[in-house]
């Protein structure tokens, strides 16, 4: 299987670089032009569960030779003619910053043969599916899309609110993302602290295994996402990942989990925790949470 690499950094300079090249000066090859509006997932429902995505950007290569890394949608040249072999990685924004794009690593490839003519655009619309290297029955796959009143997240002692599973008023209930249901946690100037913590541990990889955190998300106050490292012994050491900031509409977000999980490398088990604290001294505020995944190989 061909090792991912992350091109953190670089890669939005890649990005802006690229786009910025659809003017041909004079006297230059003429170039054909390839079109993607869009990259969508595909999954198996009842085994991965939702088909959400935020996939930003299609890293593109021809004949195996990276072309370049473009937002989307793009519009982009390509001194190429006749057929060739397209290859397509879907990236995304790690931690849901623009500074950090790479192909995710649980996306497979896609691939198809193309027929390029100077002076002429053509419209590829890729869509891609998880890798088959996830084992989606582990117990160490967390998902969560709280369509039942099961929650797999419970609250901490130290939180004056729970989680609840929130059942849709209607079919444009804005507190649900798709399905029936979301976890919904509300805090205000009484209850001014949530934190929830998955009902289980998990044993996660580490080295260079990645391993990501999908969550769709809506919420009026920023929150955070963390982990609950346990050692051997039972003590525990609760460490921030990122904040993610507030958005009044339905977002997804890629948590990069590895570099905290590998900084904790002497833990045997851990657990993702979520929180969210009225700093404000208002009421009102909340966080919903839907299609919870934590992926790793």
């Known amino acids: 299987m061909m090792k991912h690499t992350y091109f953190f950094f670089p890669a939005i300079i890649l990005c802006l670089v690229l786009n910025s090249c659809n003017l041909i000066n004079p006297g230059e090859p003429t170039p054909a032009f390839i079109h993607i509006d869009a990259i969508s997932l595909q999954t198996d429902p009842t085994i991965q569960g939702s088909n959400s995505s935020n996939i930003t950007d299609a890293w593109v290569y021809i004949d195996n030779e990276l072309v370049g890394c473009y937002e989307l949608p793009a519009t982009f040249p390509v001194l190429y003619d006749g057929s060739h072999d397209l290859t397509i990685k879907a990236g995304i924004k790690v931690n849901g910053i623009s500074a950090t794009r790479a192909p995710y690593p649980f996306f497979e490839e ?163 925790f979520f929180g969210l604290h009225n700093d404000s001294g208002v009421n009102g505020l909340y966080l919903a949470l839907d299609n919870i995944k934590l992926v790793h190989n």
Request: hydrophobic share 35%.
């Open 110 to 272: 896609y691939k198809e043969i193309i027929s390029l003519s100077k002076g002429s655009t053509i419209t590829v619309k890729p869509v891609v599916k998880y890798t088959s290297s996830i084992d989606w029955a582990s117990i160490e796959i967390w998902k969560e899309d709280f369509e039942d009143n099961d929650l797999s997240i419970d609250s901490l002692a130290t939180s004056t609110t729970k989680m609840i599973s929130y059942q849709a008023t209607g079919p444009d209930d804005p507190l649900v993302f798709e399905g029936n249901r979301s976890g919904v946690a509300y805090i205000d100037v009484a209850h001014p602290l949530f934190e929830g913590v998955s009902s289980e541990p998990f044993i996660l990889p580490h080295g260079d295994s990645p391993v990501f955190l999908e969550i769709n998300y809506k919420s009026n106050h920023d929150f955070v996402v963390g982990i609950f490292a346990h050692v051997s012994g039972g003590s525990s050491s609760k460490v921030r990942v990122i904040n993610v900031r507030a958005s009044d509409s339905w977002n997804k977000i890629y948590v990069y989990m590895s570099p905290t999980v590998n900084l904790y490398g002497n833990a045997n088990a851990y657990s993702v």
